[in-house]
């Protein structure tokens, strides 16, 4: 039997300096489908940290930099093979460089309200979308602070918000269709899902640093608090 190496000390201390929010991730099916083959998963996670952070990321345009946050970790999980494309028409996720797009999105629509934010990115197709699920579905982040009597409640210095992440009305290309499709579900389940759930719950865990990195469009810096969609191009980056 292999030697299990304990944890160094100094490396847990460092992680928890590092930490300015705790993360715990919410306990969640990890997926439903429907007749029609499409599937949908949600992932969530209650983030709490200080009241006055809260407060100073609380806009739409902290909201458009989660959104990037989350494209530059997948980008990071992947060790650069999956790369995100910008463009004037959505988003574009190529394993390395096109013409492999694994799947493309729609320009980003974002809500804003005085409780919550949403971006969601409509799929458009891609190698990983089976033909019947070309533009449908969609991937969605989403942040909700608790009611505004909740909290005025007094005696503590934290709040605790949730951060969700959604796909919904998703057509795997490898779970297949017609007679292989009882097959494909379950091969989608134990691969694509898996990976997907793995990561995401990583991404919700990394959100504990609150580094949230600079938008690359900008679109929703001092803007008003309403719905917006990006209207700048921009390079890849």
Do not use: C
Not at 40 to 69: F, G, H, M, N
Not at 152 to 158: A, D
Request: aromatic content about 8%; charged content about 25%; proline content about 6%.
């Amino acid at each position: 039997m292999a030697e299990v190496r304990e944890r160094d000390p100094r490396l847990v201390i460092g992680r928890r300096r590092q930490a300015r929010a705790r993360v715990k991730i919410l306990d969640l099916p990890e997926s439903g489908s429907s007749p029609d083959a499409s599937v949908s998963t949600k992932q969530a996670a209650e983030v709490t940290l200080p009241r006055s952070e809260l407060d100073r990321i609380w806009s739409p345009e902290y909201l458009e930099r989660l959104a990037r946050t989350y494209w530059r970790f997948l980008t990071r999980m992947s060790l650069g093979l999956l790369r995100v494309r910008y463009s004037a028409e959505g988003r574009q996720i190529v394993l390395i460089g096109p013409p492999l797009v694994m799947i493309s999105f729609h320009r980003p629509d974002y809500e804003i309200e005085a409780d919550g934010g949403t971006v969601t990115w409509r799929i458009k197709h891609g190698l990983l979308v089976a033909p019947a699920g070309r533009t449908k579905g969609y991937l969605r982040l989403s942040v909700k602070r608790p009611p505004a009597d909740a909290e005025e409640r007094p005696g503590s210095e934290l709040i605790t918000g949730t951060v969700t992440s959604e796909v919904a009305n998703f057509y795997p290309l490898i779970a297949g269709w017609g007679w292989f499709s009882r097959v494909g579900r379950r091969l989608y389940s134990a691969t694509q899902l898996k990976i997907h759930v793995i990561v995401t719950h990583a991404f919700l865990r990394s959100l504990a640093r609150l580094d949230l990195a600079p938008s690359v469009v900008g679109a929703l810096k001092a803007a008003p608090t309403e719905t917006i969609e990006e209207e700048q191009t921009v390079a890849s980056a």
